[in-house]
């Protein structure tokens, strides 16, 4: 197959990058928006470790709306177009993965205002691509199993702060102070 051929062939295997387009999601024109509005942006191949635990998509992807409706949603939940760049670049490297409901949260963590949060991302349609349904900060909480949320996978090599930011988590929209039933 001619170089040319494998480039277009890789080019329909997969959505449009997030990182390509990440600055016209947050930042674009009305009409640059609606150009990509309802589209499927390519994160990271997903890693053979992840596919044996049961995240079987060839890749992760999110959704135009996805992106949208965390924009500027709160103080703590405004990730940047660098947080998202980070997100494409940390996915793959999870400090922990729950298995919740039907899908998955990866547990990763990025910086923003200089200092390193765990991010909650949840994953769906596991057998057709992993598609990022939400994302969230992940906060402190007093309880560590949540709900449905069952821890699988814990990364070996963790360092103490990451550990210690892995320590009763709860991801959820709202911090626990203001989430259901609080």
């Given at each position: 197959?001619?170089?040319h051929?494998?480039?277009?062939t890789?080019?329909?295997?997969?959505?449009?990058?997030?990182k390509?387009?990440?600055h016209?999601?947050?930042y674009?024109?009305k009409?640059?928006?609606?150009?990509?509005q309802?589209?499927?942006?390519?994160?990271?191949d997903?890693?053979k470790?992840?596919?044996?635990?049961?995240?079987?998509?060839?890749?992760f992807?999110i959704?135009?709306?996805?992106?949208?409706?965390?924009?500027?949603k709160?103080?703590?939940?405004?990730?940047?177009?660098q947080?998202?760049?980070?997100?494409?670049?940390?996915?793959?490297?999870?400090?922990?993965?729950?298995?919740y409901g039907?899908g998955?949260?990866?547990?990763?963590?990025?910086?923003?205002?200089?200092?390193?949060?765990?991010?909650?991302?949840?994953?769906k349609?596991?057998?057709?691509?992993?598609?990022?349904?939400s994302?969230?900060?992940?906060?402190?909480y007093?309880?560590?199993?949540?709900?449905?949320?069952?821890?699988?996978?814990?990364?070996?090599?963790?360092?103490?702060?990451?550990a210690?930011?892995?320590d009763g988590?709860?991801?959820?929209?709202?911090?626990?102070?203001?989430?259901?039933?609080?």
């Amino acid at each position: 197959m001619k170089e040319h051929d494998k480039a277009e062939t890789l080019k329909r295997k997969y959505p449009p990058s997030l990182k390509d387009n990440i600055h016209t999601i947050l930042y674009g024109s009305k009409p640059e928006k609606e150009k990509i509005q309802g589209q499927f942006f390519h994160l990271a191949d997903t890693p053979k470790f992840m596919k044996r635990l049961g995240l079987k998509g060839a890749y992760f992807s999110i959704r135009y709306g996805v992106i949208a409706r965390h924009k500027n949603k709160d103080a703590d939940h405004n990730l940047t177009e660098q947080n998202w760049i980070d997100l494409c670049n940390v996915i793959t490297k999870p400090l922990a993965i729950a298995k919740y409901g039907e899908g998955y949260r990866l547990f990763t963590s990025v910086k923003t205002d200089g200092k390193y949060i765990v991010v909650g991302v949840d994953i769906k349609n596991i057998e057709k691509g992993s598609d990022v349904n939400s994302v969230s900060t992940a906060f402190k909480y007093n309880q560590t199993k949540q709900g449905n949320e069952d821890v699988i996978y814990i990364e070996k090599e963790l360092t103490p702060e990451q550990a210690a930011l892995l320590d009763g988590l709860y991801s959820l929209s709202l911090p626990p102070d203001q989430g259901p039933g609080r």
